[in-house]
Nanobody, 113 residues
Framework: QVQLVESGGGLVQPGGSLRLSCAASRRIFSLYIMAWSRQAPGNQRELVAQITTSGSTTYGDSVKGRFTISRDNAKNMVYLQMDSLKPEDTAVYYC???????WGQGTQVTVSS
């Protein structure tokens, strides 16, 4: 069974930074594209960023230039570095394996002064 566990969310002021981490089951980590998605209250889930097994990245238009996704295959970890955060980035952030339709439990990010 695939398991994804996110951490690193919290409350941050506008313009601040946070780094999210996702620990993935070793069995699947090296085989699949990994991604971060988010869902704000009343909104649909949206793709934030994804990274292939070779490290190629794709970002949603709203986060380009501010967020950076990375992965450490040796540690079975995926990260999301979020800089220049805005109030509209407030959401629950999920680590996902799109190819397996698998999601973690989510971590809350709140951007507010």
């Amino acid at each position: 069974q695939v398991q994804l566990v996110e951490s690193g969310g919290g409350l941050v002021q506008p313009g601040g930074s946070l780094r999210l981490s996702c620990a993935a089951s070793r069995r699947i980590f090296s085989l699949y594209i990994m991604a971060w998605s988010r869902q704000a209250p009343g909104n649909q889930r949206e793709l934030v960023a994804q990274i292939t097994t070779s490290g190629s990245t794709t970002y949603g238009d709203s986060v380009k230039g501010r967020f950076t996704i990375s992965r450490d295959n040796a540690k079975n970890m995926v990260y999301l570095q979020m800089d220049s955060l805005k109030p509209e980035d407030t959401a629950v952030y999920y680590c996902t394996v799109p190819g397996l339709s698998t999601w973690g439990q989510g971590t809350q990010v709140t951007v507010s002064s």
